[in-house]
Structure formats: C-alpha cells, structure tokens
C-alpha cells in the first residue's frame, strides 16, 4: 500500500502522530503550528478526481459554512500535494516507487484537508451525553441548522468530546446536506430528525 506517511512528510512536512481511523486515511498530524487532523485523497493520473476527493470538498465547504468554533473544528483548508512518483493500480489502490524510479503511468497527486485537532475522544458506541453536554450538542445541531445545514449522520464516532471542557463537537460534516440540496418539507424532516437523534444520544 502507499506510504501515506511519507507522503505527509515528504509534500507537507507534517509529522504522523497516529492514524485515527481504520477505513479511512484519516491521521494526527503535527506541523509547526501544533496538533492537527489530516484527511488524505490520492488521485490517479487516469481520473479528473479521486473518489473520495469529492468527500473532501463537501466536508471543506461545510466546515466552512458551518464556521463556529464552539461546535465544529476550524477548516483549515484543502491542499494539493502534486508529484510524488507512483503508479495507478485497478480502481482505487496506490503504491509508491522508490525514490528515483521512473513510471510510466505518471505521478499521483494527493489532496489532503487539514483541521483543527480536538483534544479527547469519540463518544463511542457504548455512551452516551450527559444532560449539560445533551443540551450543548443541541445547541450545536440547531447552529448547524440555522445555518442551512442538517447532519443525516450522528454517530457516535462522529462526535469527539474535548478532554478538559467535556464539550461535545461534531467533527464529521462530509454527508451533510444543506437547504439548498432539499425542498423545504424534506429540509425541517430532516432537521427534526437530526434533534431525535442527538435525543437518543443522551441520558434519558
């Protein structure tokens, strides 16, 4: 498989402090500014955009519209990481050649989303939201929606809880839809049914 961590290392000068998820190419990094969360997209010579590219895309322009720092984390932009030498391989795997190497199938660009790292952990499937962070998270869910956007994923990995202020953000936006996206009946259903959802996520 490629070299994920060299390739932040070599195109970004980040450093890999851990991988945060085990389907996705999703990492701890450490820059000259401090902690931050990494999520990489590699795209193949033969494709206008890697397939989760556009997952990239979606979460930058919601974190971007979503933009409150007292519920989602700061976007801190998408990056084009051009040139490392490596090679397409079927439909979606990627390897790296040594340093050097010449292909013929031309170099792999890397798109990569950067944002601000949450100190603590996921809620987990086992727990739940105490009643002051239920109300907190809410108040995040109806920000979300005032701003035109509704979630239609609340998992429990998708909230991470802040290690020192036990505040609960949302740090997946990538499947969120906005108004836009929606006619009005199906924008407030699915607004209703975000705010059930944060209900069950909480302690009766």
């Known amino acids: 498989m490629i070299d994920y961590e060299r ?10 402090v851990e991988r945060m998820s085990d389907r996705y190419q ?6 000259p500014e401090g902690l931050m969360v990494a999520k990489l997209s590699p795209r193949s010579p033969r494709q206008k955009r890697a397939s ?5 895309e ?12 007292l519920f989602v984390p700061l976007i801190l932009g998408i990056i084009r990481v051009p040139g490392l030498r490596g090679f397409y391989y079927g439909l979606s795997e990627f390897f790296l050649l040594p ?9 792999v660009d890397f798109y990569v989303l950067l944002r601000d790292y949450i100190q603590g952990n996921n809620l987990g499937e086992d727990k739940l939201l105490d009643q002051a962070q239920g109300r907190r998270f809410r108040e995040t869910i109806s920000g979300l929606h005032l701003a035109g956007i509704c ?3 609340l998992s429990p990995d998708n909230i991470r809880i802040e290690r020192k202020t036990k505040i609960p953000y949302l740090v997946e936006l990538a499947h969120c839809l906005t108004q836009e996206d929606l006619e009005d009946s199906q924008f407030e259903q699915a607004c209703v ?6 209900d069950r996520l909480c302690v009766a």
């Open 7 to 16: 390739a932040l290392k070599s195109g970004l000068g980040l450093k890999v």
């Open 26 to 31: 999703v990492y701890k990094v450490r820059g």
């Open 52 to 56: 989760h590219y556009l997952d990239l």
């Open 58 to 69: 979606q979460e930058k322009n919601m974190l971007t519209r979503a933009h409150n720092p």
């Open 99 to 107: 340093e050097g190497q010449a292909t013929s199938k031309g170099n």
């Open 151 to 153: 979630s239609f994923d």
């Open 193 to 198: 049914s975000d705010l059930e959802e944060v």
